[in-house]
């Protein structure tokens, strides 16, 4: 399997390929990204459990927030949803987990407040699509998470860095640990990509696979 660092364009590939060429739904291979995330969670940080605060965008990387806050509750942890995202732009795979986590109640708040009760953040707003400088109420929870003394984890990459450059875009979640899927991302091994992502852990048994084309 290749380990060196990719790209955006190298990842959306072969989740495409993996999906379309192999057969895996999408929804398989976030269940497998959210299962790595929740491992490294209950595995890494058992001190910071008190109460987890799931920061979730609008996008697929938001649909693996809400998948891990559901892992989290079913496992007995108090979770609390953060939704930053525009509801209307949610992403198929974002809407199925959306569902899931209202069958189990899990509490789902929009005021940046909720961060305040948190004794470990989950960054889930951005992951390798973010396209454009963070500004707005994205920016607004990014400054919050940066100032809470809070543990941070970023879903695959810290919000706010750019996947291919690891530039900060406008601004970017400063976290204690990145779970990254499949290989490890060229933003996350320079510039400030490599300071904000913390400890990184690269879950490379999550179905995504590389294809040599
Ligand atoms: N099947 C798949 O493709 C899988 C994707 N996964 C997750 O999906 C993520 C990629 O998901 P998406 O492609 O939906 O993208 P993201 O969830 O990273 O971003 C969501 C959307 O935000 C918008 N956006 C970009 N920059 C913005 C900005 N500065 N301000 C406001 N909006 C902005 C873009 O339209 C983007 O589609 C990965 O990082 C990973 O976390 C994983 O679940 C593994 C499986
Ligand atoms: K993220």
């Not at 920061?55 to 693996?64: C, E, L, T």
């Not at 509490?107 to 960054?123: C, H, M």
């Not at 809070?150 to 919000?159: E, K």
């Not at 499949?182 to 999550?206: H, P, Q, S, W």
Request: proline share 3%; glycine share 8%.
């Amino acid at each position: 399997m290749e380990k060196t660092p990719i790209t955006a364009e190298q990842m959306r590939h072969y989740d495409s390929y993996t999906i379309n060429q192999i057969g895996i739904p999408s929804l398989v291979l976030m269940e497998r990204a959210a299962l790595a995330v929740r491992d490294e969670i209950l595995n890494a940080f058992p001190l910071y459990l008190d109460h987890v605060v799931v920061v979730a965008g609008s996008g697929n990387n938001g649909g693996d927030g809400l998948d891990v806050a559901r892992l989290l509750h079913i496992a007995g942890v108090k979770v609390t949803i953060l939704n930053v995202g525009n509801p209307d732009h949610a992403s198929t795979e974002h809407q199925v987990q959306e569902k899931i986590c209202q069958y189990y109640q899990i509490p789902e708040k929009t005021d940046l407040s909720a961060l305040k009760q948190a004794s470990l953040i989950v960054d889930a707003m951005f992951g390798i699509g973010i396209d454009r400088p963070v500004t707005g109420a994205y920016a607004d929870a990014i400054a919050t998470i940066n100032e809470s003394d809070a543990l941070v984890v970023a879903v695959d990459m810290p919000s706010g860095i750019n996947t291919d450059t690891g530039a900060i875009m406008g601004t970017a979640v400063k976290a204690d640990a990145t779970v990254t899927f499949a290989f490890n991302k060229v933003g996350l091994t320079k510039a400030d990509g490599a300071k904000y992502a913390g400890r990184i852990v690269i879950a490379d048994d999550m179905g995504t696979y590389a294809v040599d084309d």
